[in-house]
C-alpha cells in the first residue's frame, strides 16, 4: 500500500527532486554506564556460575528536522553464592539517526526496530568490557529479536483498546 502523493510532492517531483526515503545515524554514545562489584573481593572467588538477570528497554523521541534519539537501556544483575550480588552494569546507549522523507508509519518501526538493531553490538561490546574490567569473563549478549518484542508490543495494544476502558482496572 502507498500513501497518495500530495500536491507539495508532486510540485518537488516536476522539479527534479528525490523523495525516496533516506535514514542515517549521524552520531552514537554511551549516555549512561555504570558498573558495580559491590562483595569484592569475595564475588571474585564465586563457585559455580552466577545466576544472570538482564533487561532490555528502548526509548525514542523527536528532536525536530527529521532528528531522533534512540536509547538503549540495557540493565545486568548478576548473583552468586548465597544469591549475593557478584556485579551490576547498566548501560544507556544512544543514536541520533535523521529519517528524512519517511511515511509516517514507517518512522514507530524504525525507530524502535531499525535503530536499536544497528547499536545494539556496540552497546554489546560496552557491557561485554565493562563487565571484563570488573574482574569478571565477558558478559556476551544473545542477539535480540526486536522485531518480535515490537510484534508483541503491538499485539498488547490492540488488546488492551479491544478491551475497553475498564482494561487493567481491579
Known sequence: MTSPITEEDAEALANGADLTPQAGILAQYVKDLSFENPNAPQSLQMQGQPKIEINVNVNARAGGDDLYEVELRIQANARGDGDRVAFAVELVYAGLFRLAGAPQEAIEPFLIVEAPRILF????R???DAV????????????????????QQLEA?????SMGPAAGTA
Request: glycine share 16%; proline share 12%.
Open 126 to 128: 560496552v557491557i561485554a
Open 157 to 161: 495494544r490492540r488488546q488492551g483498546a
Open 132 to 151: 571484563r574490567d570488573g574482574g569478571f569473563p565477558p558478559l556476551m549478549l544473545e542477539p535480540i529479536d526486536f522485531g518480535g518484542l515490537y510484534i
Open 121 to 124: 553490538p556496540f552497546a554489546r
